[in-house]
T-cell receptor, first 112, second 112 residues
Framework: DTEVTQTPKHLVMGMTNKKSLKCEQH?????MYWYKQKAKKPPELMFVYSYEKLSINESVPSRFSPECPNSSLLNLHLHALQPEDSALYLC???????????FGSGTRLTVV | RKEVEQDPGPFNVPEGATVAFNCTYS??????FFWYRQDCRKEPKLLMSVYSSGNEDGRFTAQLNRASQYISLLIRDSKLSDSATYLCVVAPTFMGRRALTFGSGTRLQVQP
């Protein structure tokens, strides 16, 4: 298995909803990442997990809450989002912090 | 000054043409360099790593000039399927905060 799998592929949620994005990889990668990408912009780093511990939080608002239950899974819990949070949310993984990053196909999130 | 700068394009070229993209980076301590390709509404996919000695993969050639802090990508014999956005990506030293820094991307449109 050489993929990073993200679910759901599309998500529409209201500003009072609570939802979660999921990311899974079975390549034994020990670093996992969440990126946010707005249209016509490059991906922006949100969080980095290294060996299941949060190592980087790029000053992301608390309405985004990451969780790494085990070495294969990475979640992003969403609560009280704003319409400007609508974007493509990309998960990536790598063997370690400096290794080549492999991206999942993303979750396209729309906040209404 | 942006950490990684690219000409956004678009570059409109006919099939069979040779096209070159350049990218400059500001952090002289950067260690790893990559070109990613991103199709519209898809995730970024690694095209190739970039080494100081230069590297070639079929029609694609990447080069790194550490002294001038720029990276280049040359595409020969362009195909319609090469139409995409090409992202220059720079990774820090092992102790760096950021996982990857993306350029804003250069859009390539290959015309029949």
């Amino acid at each position: 298995d050489t993929e990073v799998t993200q679910t759901p592929k599309h998500l529409v949620m209201g500003m009072t909803n609570k939802k979660s994005l999921k990311c899974e990889q079975h390549m034994g990668h020990r670093a996992m990442y969440w990126y946010k990408q707005k249209a016509k912009k490059p991906p922006e780093l949100m969080f980095v997990y290294s060996y299941e511990k949060l190592s980087i939080n790029e000053s992301v608002p608390s309405r985004f809450s990451p969780e790494c239950p085990n070495s294969s899974l990475l979640n992003l819990h969403l609560h009280a989002l704003q319409p400007e949070d609508s974007a493509l949310y990309l998960c990536a993984s790598s063997q370690d912090r400096v290794g080549t990053k492999l991206f999942g196909s993303g979750t396209r999130l729309t906040v209404v | 000054r942006k950490e990684v700068e690219q000409d956004p394009g678009p570059f409109n070229v006919p099939e069979g043409a040779t096209v070159a993209f350049n990218c400059t980076y500001s952090n002289s301590a950067s260690q790893s360099f990559f070109w990613y390709r991103q199709d519209c509404r898809k995730e970024p996919k690694l095209l190739m790593s970039v080494y100081s000695s230069g590297n070639e993969d079929g029609r694609f050639t990447a080069q790194l000039n550490r002294a001038s802090q720029y990276i280049s990508l040359l595409i020969r014999d362009s195909k319609l399927s090469d139409s995409a956005t090409y992202l220059c990506v720079v990774a820090p030293t092992f102790m760096g905060r950021r996982a990857l820094t993306f350029g804003s991307g250069t859009r390539l449109q290959v015309q029949p």
